[in-house]
């Protein structure tokens, strides 16, 4: 079964039911540079509380990710 992964803002965290995705509980999270979003990840059906956000397979929240103008790397040297 396909992993899916979702942006959240973290002031959206109280509604995450942590037994209905992969991560385990807030300390888990891995965070954007900024600390206001982080990924959730899933299998199978979405989760009711996060029915109305985009959801990324592995290729698209890699290249999100991976793109220091989002906000989840930092490149400069």
């Known amino acids: 079964m396909e ?8 002031e959206d965290l109280d509604s995450v039911d942590f ?3 992969i991560e385990d509980s807030v ?9 206001k979003k982080t990924i959730l990840k899933f299998k199978g059906i ?3 509380f996060l029915q109305d ?3 990324y397979n592995l290729d698209k929240i890699l290249e999100i990710i991976g793109n220091s103008d989002n906000g989840w790397i930092n490149n400069e040297n």
């Open 53 to 55: 956000k985009e959801i």
């Open 3 to 10: 992993v899916n992964y979702v942006i959240i803002n973290k």
């Open 46 to 48: 979405t989760p009711e």
């Open 19 to 21: 037994e209905m995705v």
């Open 27 to 35: 300390d888990s999270l891995r965070y954007s540079l900024n600390g």
